[in-house]
Nanobody, 127 residues
């Protein structure tokens, strides 16, 4: 059985911090990369950050560089997202995802590269 479970969302004020975590079930195939996406109300789900296990490289969308840090443990199929200096525009549902079929930068950083998704965790940043 394949299941990804996120946790760590919540309500914080501008400038605050949250740490998200995600663990994939043991039945999830080995992945090229795992990542975080977010979805604002009425908008498309967008890329936030990813970690490539094979290359040992992390990737971030421009709007979170310097504020968010992705880390993880491939053996435990677990990733984290440390979010600092949060802004109201970071408010969204955050989803964990696993890329088990597509290698390469364009697949790490796009929704089309990921096959398995978690249920999402709400992050709300108040002014």
């Amino acid at each position: 059985q394949v299941r990804l479970v996120e946790s760590g969302g919540g309500l914080v004020q501008t400038g605050g911090s949250l740490r998200l975590s995600c663990t994939a079930s043991s039945g999830t195939p080995s992945s090229y990369a795992m990542g975080w996406f977010r979805q604002h109300p009425g908008k498309e789900r967008e890329f936030v950050a990813a970690i490539s296990w094979r290359a040992g490289t992390t990737y971030y969308t421009d709007s979170v560089k310097g504020r968010f840090t992705i880390s993880g443990d491939n053996a435990r199929k677990t990733i984290y997202l440390q979010m600092n200096f949060l802004k109201p525009e970071d408010t969204a549902v955050y989803y964990c995802a696993a890329n088990v079929a597509h290698d390469g930068y364009i697949y790490y950083t796009s929704r089309e590269g990921y096959s398995y998704w978690g249920q999402g965790t709400q992050v709300t940043v108040s002014p």
